[in-house]
């Protein structure tokens, strides 16, 4: 019981952390030994409830917390942000937008606009999916550093989802650099058969990716445009300017 509620005591810790903790921080703020928080911010880490800054080493609260608690939502910038933009787009479009994170080694949908189509495609709050069978991985790989793509693919086999999924790392590489040229992803039956769908980037302030903005679409309704995926990026582009992000 005890270990539970110094479980509890540290996501609480984590989630009202803006710039995230260091374990040294979180040991002195709950009067944890430090050998105990560790252990405790590694369980949380490898369960995706934690996330660790690469550079910094510090901890903030992981985005599968909203698998447990919707309230969350309430909580998050990007979210809040995105919320209005994504809703916007879904009513210009008639589709289900997605916002997407990648969390370790996996891509989590983090928020939805639903549509009458929600139910096709695997669209659920929390819902975690390999990044180089979807769009949204796709395109959040497309901007990130070469040596972290590289040690992504390390952690997971690019198994085949379906018969359309791209499995040579070499050619996944050669198609990110594209994507990042034209500004968006798309992913052709490669997570689901009969479903297409498209996805753009989401910068912060600092330029770096931090999710993606998508939607999906039925193969048969050749639904991905040029004018729809226009629309798709100035949604993106919208979303990351109320972010900070300043084109230069």
Known sequence: MELVERTLKVLLALSEA???LSVSELSLQLELPPSSTHRI?????????????????RYRIGYRVLTLCQNIKQNNSLIATSHPFMKKLSEQLNKTVTLCVMEGDHIVCI????????????????????????SAGKVIQAYMNRKKVEKLACTQEMEPITPYTKTDFFSFLAELETIRKQGYAICDEELQLGIQGVACPVFDCKGEV??????????????????A???????????S???GYQIL
Not at 210 to 227: G, H, P, Q, R, Y
């Open 241 to 243: 300017r109320n972010l």
């Open 41 to 57: 911010l590694a369980t949380l880490k490898k369960n995706g409830f934690a996330l660790q800054d690469e550079t910094t080493k």
């Open 210 to 227: 931090v999710a993606s903005v998508s939607f999906n679409a039925l193969k048969s309704e050749f639904f991905l445009t040029e004018e």
């Open 229 to 239: 995926i226009e629309k798709l990026k100035d949604c993106a582009l919208a979303i």
């Open 18 to 20: 803006e710039n995230g």
């Open 111 to 134: 928020d939805y606009i639903e549509n009458k189509d929600t139910s096709m495609f695997y669209v659920r709050t929390g819902f975690a999916m390999p990044p180089y069978a979807t």
